[in-house]
């Protein structure tokens, strides 16, 4: 058995060197093959070191192991020396170099002639598994390498990149070296360059020529559709004379490494020789034909510097891109929506969109404004197009000093938005936009009761006839009864005065403005509590003490507004007078009449009138009647109180003229109210006190 073993063995290795004499002796000087993979064609590849045919058909010359090497020959010689001359030879192979990781991987391998099937004694890492450090450079060698390079050689001086081209004769140190490019067919001389160790399967194509000693060297992508017509190398290489001898072997070495390391495979590999006749060109492979690539591993991880700051630079530009993009879409929206929402903001039925405020005011053109003061500017808006006067708005415009008070104000403002009376302006909704609060109400066309009085007259000499002054005073009293007994909560008005009432077309009053007054009581740039808020000349002396608005203070500035529509004078002026206090001194009461009426008025009406107004300004706020009774007076349901001198006394101990001043008003505090308070806030017609 051991016989048989050791016979076969002998006759495996003795058969081709029996070839190669009968060869010699036949002059038959022609090798051709072809590995479309190397499946099933094990016993022609003669592997040494890590080299290894892979299940799949793939040779792999070297793994990703540090510091190895390993060849691959084809197992029979060729005959390449003929008459002297070396004969013309051509080679295709398809390559993968697959590094540890995109940034480090390491040494290279070598298309080899070589005088034997194996290279004994050779190293790793620079000497790519082909010479060592004693024989490098011995003309005894006869070795002829095409060397794949993926490191800065072990002698290349320092203008040769690693990743380059060599020719070797006996030599690493390359007779001649080229950087990794191809020409493009396109535009012939442009360079493209490429890596080796990409990963990806590459096409070489080596052509020997040898009536003209000339060598043809071309490497690139294997996808590329078509082979560069212009090859990397093509230059006459007669020192392969000296190399090549009878018989030579084909194939490849490879190493990685000490400390960089690549995997190193071949996919297929074709070879022709001959002299008579001559060998046919190598043609490129067809990828489709040959065993898959195999996967590329490389860890992504450790990027070269200058491919890692152009990420950084990329992402750092998508970024910026996504931010811009961003502000873009939120700009957008906050065009078509107009506002940005809070949460509270949402679901409220009076909320109306600020686009259409805008559109509907022209965007807030001052030639819209009918009016400013109490708390802010007035805008007549037009909803639609076409709209009469009768859909007409108003839009009124509050910087508001605190949000949190708008907030708790438009919780109210959604119960304020269902009161409904002929004497109230109807509140048809807000909006809130950045830092102003908009109020929509309905357009009352005929301004203010303060300028019926006032400035209409002076203009036109258009004085208000007593009948209207009558039906405004009961219209106000209506409305404010309602606020304050008909509804179902109590809503206390705080800011009652003539430019509070509006007239409408019928002559028909409507108190406007109601509760705005709490958006100020309750806003918190005025640090404590001790707010006051309304008119000087309509508030009630308990306000400064006990700054708690109530019915009974509403019902003070009615009083107030009720001797002013009567007398046609203001409540207070410059000075020391208060309109009440003057009424009360008067000895002859209709003497407060508005003189500009002449005699036009009913006598009994405007006694009546001017006696409420007097009860309504009494100083106890216990002591002046409701709005209800204050109504009944008006229209004659009951008989008004007789006002004497004693009348509403607080201490019944003085009886002397002075006392009359202090059952309605006292002095000090009609001096305080125009001299002691300390003004926080003023707009034209409104303050807001406090100390
Ligand atoms: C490789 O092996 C296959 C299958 O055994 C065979 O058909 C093919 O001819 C061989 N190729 C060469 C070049 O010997
Ligand atoms: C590389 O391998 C050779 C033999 O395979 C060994 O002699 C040498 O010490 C190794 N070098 C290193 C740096 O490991
Ligand atoms: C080889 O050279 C000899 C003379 O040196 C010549 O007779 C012969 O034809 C040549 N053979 C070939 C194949 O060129
Ligand atoms: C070249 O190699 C031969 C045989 O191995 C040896 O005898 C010779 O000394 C070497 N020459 C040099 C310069 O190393
Ligand atoms: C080598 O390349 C040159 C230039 O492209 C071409 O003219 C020549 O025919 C090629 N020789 C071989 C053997 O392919
Ligand atoms: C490669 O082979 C495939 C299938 O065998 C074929 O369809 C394709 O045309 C070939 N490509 C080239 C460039 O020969």
Redesign the pocket.
């Known amino acids: 058995m051991k016989f048989i073993v050791v016979s076969l063995l002998f006759l495996m290795l003795t058969v081709p060197v029996r070839r190669a004499q009968r060869t010699t002796t036949t002059t038959t000087t022609t090798t051709e093959f072809s590995f479309g993979g190397f499946s099933g064609n094990q016993s022609q590849i003669l592997t040494t070191g890590v080299a290894t045919i892979k299940p799949d058909g793939l040779l792999r010359l070297t793994d990703r192991n540090?510091?190895?090497t390993g060849t691959a020959f084809y197992s029979k010689p060729v005959r390449l020396l003929a008459n002297s001359t070396v004969g013309s030879f051509s080679t295709s192979f398809v390559f993968v170099i697959i590094p540890t990781s995109s940034s480090n991987g390491g040494f290279g391998f070598t298309f080899t002639l070589s005088p034997t099937p194996d290279r004994p004694g050779a190293?790793?890492a620079q000497y790519l598994g082909l010479l060592n450090e004693r024989n490098d450079g011995n003309l005894t060698n006869h070795v002829f390498a095409v060397e794949f390079d993926t490191v800065q050689g072990f002698k290349d001086v320092s203008d040769r990149s690693g990743n380059h081209i060599g020719l070797n004769f006996n030599n690493l140190a390359s007779d001649v070296q080229e950087p990794v490019v191809y020409y493009d067919n396109d535009e012939s001389d442009r360079k493209e360059d490429f890596l080796l160790q990409s990963g990806d399967p590459i096409q070489a194509l080596l052509d020997y020529d040898g009536p003209t000693q000339t060598l043809n060297f071309t490497v690139y992508p294997a996808r590329l559709k078509s082979r560069p017509v212009k090859p990397l190398i093509s230059r006459p290489v007669p020192k392969l004379l000296e190399i090549v001898q009878e018989e030579m072997y084909v194939g490849f070495t490879a190493a990685t490494g000490?400390d960089q390391s690549s995997a190193h495979y071949v996919m297929g590999w074709s070879f022709s020789s001959g002299v008579d006749p001559p060998p046919l060109v190598a043609e490129p492979f067809n990828l489709s034909e040959l065993p898959h690539p195999p996967p590329n591993t490389a860890k992504k991880t450790g990027y070269d510097p200058q491919v890692l700051s152009l990420i950084v630079a990329l992402s750092g530009v998508t970024l910026i891109l996504l931010a811009l993009l961003f502000f873009f879409v939120m700009y957008k929206k906050r065009l078509q929506q107009g506002e940005i929402l809070e949460d509270w903001e949402i679901n409220h039925p009076h909320r109306l969109r600020y686009k259409d405020l805008y559109a509907a005011t022209d965007g807030f053109n001052v030639n819209r404004i009918i009016g400013t003061g109490g708390f802010g500017t007035v805008f007549r808006g037009s909803p639609s197009s076409s709209s009469s006067s009768s859909d007409q708005i108003a839009v009124k415009k509050i910087t508001p000093n605190s949000m949190q008070g708008v907030r708790e104000f438009v919780a109210e403002i959604e119960s304020l938005g269902r009161l409904r009376h002929k004497n109230l302006v109807n509140l048809q909704g807000w909006c809130k936009h950045k830092n102003d609060l908009l109020l929509i109400y309905d357009y009352i066309p005929n301004g203010s009761l303060d300028s019926l009085l006032y400035s209409r007259p002076r203009q036109s000499g258009a004085v208000l006839s007593w009948n209207v002054r009558f039906q405004i005073a009961k219209g106000v009293a209506s409305g404010l009864l309602y606020l304050h007994e008909e509804w179902e909560k109590i809503v206390i008005h705080r800011d009652v005065k003539p430019s509070n009432v509006l007239i409408d077309d019928d002559m028909n009053p409507r108190l406007g403005d109601f509760g705005l007054a709490r958006l100020y009581e309750r806003g918190g740039s005025l640090s404590h509590t001790t707010v006051v808020v309304g008119t000087i000349g309509y508030m009630a002396p308990e306000l400064t003490r006990t700054r708690k608005s109530s019915t009974a203070s509403d019902v003070f500035a009615f009083g107030v507004l009720l001797l002013e529509i009567v007398s046609g004078r203001r409540p207070t002026d410059s000075g020391n007078f208060f309109l009440p206090d003057w009424v009360m001194e008067l000895r002859e009461i209709l003497t407060a009449v508005d003189p500009r009426l002449g005699s036009c008025y009913d006598s009994i009406e405007a006694k009546v009138s001017l006696a409420v107004g007097l009860l309504c300004c009494h100083q106890r706020p216990e002591s002046r009647p409701s709005m209800r009774m204050v109504l009944r007076y008006l229209n004659g349901d009951e008989d008004v109180p007789v006002i004497d001198d004693h009348w509403g006394y607080s201490d019944s101990s003085t009886s002397d003229l002075g006392s009359k001043f202090e059952g309605y008003v006292s002095s000090d505090r009609a001096s305080s109210s125009v001299t002691s308070f300390s003004i926080t806030r003023i707009s034209s017609t409104s303050v807001i006190s406090g100390r």
């Open positions: 540090a510091n190895v190293e790793s000490r």
